[in-house]
C-alpha cells in the first residue's frame, strides 16, 4: 500500500490539536496567502476560497499527498470580521457582538491527486450583553489578537459565548468530523 501524507496548510495551533486529537498523523506546511477578498462573495465563498488558496499555495503536487487547508471568518451585521489588528479594533469588535448573535464560516479545502473539493460550515453564536469594564477584562488575556472576530470560543473566550447553533468546531476552526469524512471520500486512508 502507498503510504499517504495530510499536509495541513495552516499555522493554526487550534486546527493542529483537533488534528493531533484524532490521532491522524500529519505535517504542517504554512501557507503565506494573503487574506484579502473581493467584497462581492458571500461569506461561505470568501472562507472557501482563502481555504483553496491556502491548500494551493503548498501543494507540491505529490500524488500522495492530501492537502487541506482552512479559514474561518465571522459574519455579522453583513459584515466580515477578521482578526483585530489593535485593541481598539478587538473592542469594537467584541462590543459589536455584544448581546447579539453572529455566524461563524468554515471553509475546508482539500487537495489530492491534481483536484481540490471546498465545503463550508456555518455556525451561529449567541453573545451574552456585555459590559465595557467585561470586554476590557478579556482584551487583557490577550487572546483575542489572533482570531476572527475577536474572540476564541476554545479559551477564555468561552465566557461571552450564551448559545451556539450548530458545529463547535467550526468555530473552533475545523469542523473535523465533516472534514474526516471529506478526506475518506477523497480516498485518504486513515490509521486505525
Known amino acids: 500500500m502507498v503510504k499517504q501524507t495530510l499536509i495541513l496548510a495552516s499555522s493554526s495551533p487550534r486546527r493542529k490539536e483537533l488534528l493531533e486529537d484524532l490521532q491522524i498523523p500529519f505535517e504542517v506546511r504554512t501557507s503565506n496567502v494573503e487574506e484579502t ?6 461569506p461561505e465563498e470568501v472562507v472557501m476560497d ?3 488558496r491556502k491548500a494551493q499555495a503548498v501543494n507540491l ?7 487541506l487547508g482552512a479559514d474561518t471568518i465571522v459574519y455579522s451585521n453583513e459584515a466580515i470580521l477578521g482578526k483585530p489588528s489593535s485593541r481598539e479594533e478587538a473592542f469594537q469588535m467584541i ?8 455566524s461563524v464560516y468554515t471553509g ?12 463550508f460550515e456555518k455556525t451561529d453564536v449567541l453573545f451574552w ?9 478579556y482584551l487583557d488575556t490577550g487572546e483575542p489578537f489572533d482570531k476572527a472576530g475577536a474572540y476564541g470560543i476554545q479559551g477564555v473566550g468561552r465566557i461571552l459565548v450564551k448559545e451556539i447553533h450548530g458545529d463547535y468546531f467550526t468555530v473552533v476552526g475545523l469542523p473535523i468530523s465533516r472534514t474526516v469524512r471529506e478526506l475518506k ?3 485518504f486512508i486513515l490509521p486505525t
Request: hydrophobic share 35%; aromatic share 6%; with cysteine.
Open 50 to 52: 482563502l481555504a483553496k
Open 108 to 119: 475546508v479545502a482539500i487537495v489530492a491527486d491534481g483536484q481540490c473539493s471546498t465545503f
Open 95 to 102: 462590543r459589536q457582538l455584544s448581546g447579539t448573535s453572529h
Open 129 to 137: 450583553e456585555l459590559t465595557d469594564e467585561e470586554i476590557n477584562s
Open 61 to 67: 503536487n505529490k500524488p500522495t499527498e492530501f492537502i
Open 185 to 187: 471520500a477523497q480516498g
Open 37 to 42: 477578498f473581493l467584497e462581492s462573495l458571500s
